[in-house]
């Protein structure tokens, strides 16, 4: 499978205030919405021991780790981020060098991505970490991309590898490498504790018109999918042989860390299947991965190259499972 | 003191739905944003053990508080509340009938204000049970009242009488009257568990652009006052006489809960003396309580009946004290 470097998103430069009419200070932030957009709007929490511990996951990557999560959100509209606000329940053990990490993670991917921290609440509290993060950001009127517009025929497409994060969680808890490459160890730790929201590609589509329907991969794909299928009303086959995988010596949990491995905050995305031919959805030059079709049967199922199907039973990350 | 009856805002008729293009289970929320309008966005953290407790206080209370808390910036903001999303991390040991107590509470608040809750997060912890309330409001653009407007000559008034809500909680803890009035013990305990903002009167003065400052009481009037000072860098003469505190056989008591206790969510409003008079702010048709006047020296004294000053520390609510 071809290497992909990750894409960053450019640095910008910082937001000409204009917008902002007031920040962090008074009893509520007030910004300006701009005319014929909508406005998005999505809130994550990032719990001590739920979502990240002290031990594995230094302050700057839990800051950063929080705002991507809500940033994924907005990239899984089509829209663009604009202004997040902070709510940061601080453990009491929490020293204050953790704290400026803590931020300084956060804000550094917030300024890349042009997004200003206009408020928030702060408390300190006997149990864990609790941190809260809401974003703020626009799309323009009815371009909005949804879970519900995929039909049968449409392809499916991922904008990256998959299963990277859960292999960086891997290694972070077991502190040993194996048989896996340094530079490729390197690269899974980082997708997982500094993943990188993918606005500009969600942005293109919504722009373009180019998606039946969009969301992000928190959960795994496996999870994920049959979410936007249960929210389309469809079914979808997945080949087997074509899903971007980690590159590790065993095939299988390879697959595995791909079907079911969270965080990656990649995209999922439906495209209407051009007819007669099956035209690759490209960004910046080159093709997403194209990974399987829509069908009108309920269900997900994995297509093997034998041609075999196997159903796809959702096995990533739940809450409540 | 005459006695006020508390003013609950009327019950507004379901909204109808043309401005939420989208609620609970997509990636996020997409609401339409009114042209000609600020957006107002304010997030509070509700906190088992710090805001609220299990023995003190019913769920339906919880979740109205929560969500009060965030309609209250909104009316210090002089704006209509709109949408709230509510982060939930629930502890293990909560049941779900608390569940669904607390989120009838915080709905039954949330419709008679109008706002629709559009989104979310939800998850199970270990430790203790965590609320997190967005509210997104909208005001005319440019109407907006904050903190900093306050000038010196301006007159202080507040929207109700205070420490009632400190009053309540003491009345919660100890399980005993002692000689305060069944009726009185009854108001004051209501207005612990379920404060009411007062959006209509914050909407009321920046509308009329009544206020030269606004902001609300949730931290206690010598607290939220010198902040409202600090902000408009000013200073203020509080007179003793006219602050109107709870009913109590001892008023030194009554006094000390109006000027520290927290968590009254009324308005701390400050207007332009009329030139030769001072007439009195009304809103429905009764005048607000008039309570002192902004400074040029800076700090927050009080002005005792025989003249004599006092300097009033802010002894409020502080997270971080």
Known sequence: MAERSRQREPAQPLRVKKQLRL??????????????????????????????????????AVGHRALARSLSDVAAMGGVPRY??????????????????????????????????????????????????????????????????????DQIFVSDRLGLSALGLRLLQSQRRG???????????????????????????????????????????????SRLCEASGVGAHLWEDKIPCPNLPDPADSLQLALHGGEDYQLLITAPGATGSRRPLKFRGRPLHHIGEIVASKGVKLVMPSGKLHNLEPAGWDHFR
């Open 84 to 153: 997040a606000l902070v709510s940061l329940a601080i453990s009491r053990e929490t020293s204050r060098g953790w704290v400026s990490r803590f931020y300084r993670g956060m804000l550094a991917l917030a300024q890349r991505f042009g997004v200003e921290l206009v408020g928030g609440d702060t408390a300190m509290v006997p149990g864990k970490t609790f941190i809260d993060v809401l974003v703020a950001g626009e799309v323009p009127r009815g371009k909005a991309l949804l879970r519900s517009g995929a039909r049968a025929g």
């Open 179 to 225: 048989p896996i490459s340094k530079a490729a160890a390197r690269e899974a730790v980082r997708s997982h504790l500094y993943p990188e929201p993918q606005c500009a590609l969600g942005r293109f589509l919504s722009i373009r018109g180019l998606a039946s329907a969009l969301m992000d991969l928190s959960d795994g794909l496996s999870t994920d999918l």
């Open 23 to 60: 920040g962090i200070g008074d009893d509520a932030a007030l910004v300006m919405a701009q005319s014929g957009h909508e406005l998005i709007l999505t809130i994550d929490m990032s719990i001590e021991d739920v979502h990240f511990t002290r031990r594995l996951h230094p302050p700057d």
